[in-house]
C-alpha cells in the first residue's frame, strides 16, 4: 500500500511556471519508477514524463519536451514535475503515479496501465 499526494497545482497564465511534488508514503519510494500523466477535459488521459528509480533516467512526451522537468528526491520520498512555458493545451489534472520495480531492471512505463499507485490528482490551469 502506497500513499501518493500531490500538491502545487493552481492557476498559472501562459508563459509561467508551476512546480508540482508529489509525496509517497513507505519505505520503498527508492525502488519505484515515478510517472506523470494528465487529463485534460474531455480527453483520454496522456502520458507526461517518467523517470527511473535512481533518478538517472528520463523520458518526456514530445508535448511537453523542453519545457517540463521531472526529478525526485528519494531522500525525501518525493518526486516533482517543474513546468515552464506553460501554454493553454496544459491545462489539465496532473496526476502522478509509481511503479515498483526489480533493482537494476531497466525498463520504461509509458502507459498508464502499468503503474500500480495513483495519487489524487491537482488542477492545473493555464489561462491565455
Known amino acids: 500500500q502506497v500513499q501518493l499526494v500531490v500538491s502545487g497545482g493552481g492557476l498559472v497564465q501562459a508563459g509561467g511556471s508551476l512546480s508540482l511534488p508529489c509525496a509517497a508514503s513507505?519505505?520503498?519510494?527508492?525502488?519505484?519508477?515515478m510517472g506523470w500523466f494528465r487529463q485534460a477535459p474531455g480527453k483520454e488521459r496522456e502520458f507526461a514524463a517518467t523517470i527511473n528509480s535512481s533518478g538517472r533516467s528520463t523520458i518526456y512526451a514530445e508535448s511537453v519536451k523542453g519545457r517540463f522537468t521531472i526529478s525526485r528526491d528519494n531522500a525525501k520520498n518525493t518526486v516533482y514535475l517543474q513546468m515552464n512555458s506553460l501554454k493553454p493545451e496544459d491545462t489539465a489534472v496532473y496526476y502522478c503515479?509509481?511503479?515498483?520495480?526489480?533493482?537494476?531492471?531497466?525498463?520504461?512505463?509509458?502507459?498508464?496501465?502499468?503503474?500500480?499507485?495513483w495519487g489524487q490528482g491537482t488542477q492545473v490551469t493555464v489561462s491565455s
Open positions: 503515479a509509481a511503479r515498483p520495480v526489480v533493482p537494476g531492471q531497466a525498463r520504461t512505463f509509458l502507459r498508464d496501465y502499468e503503474y500500480n499507485y
Open positions: 513507505g519505505r520503498a519510494f527508492s525502488t519505484y519508477a
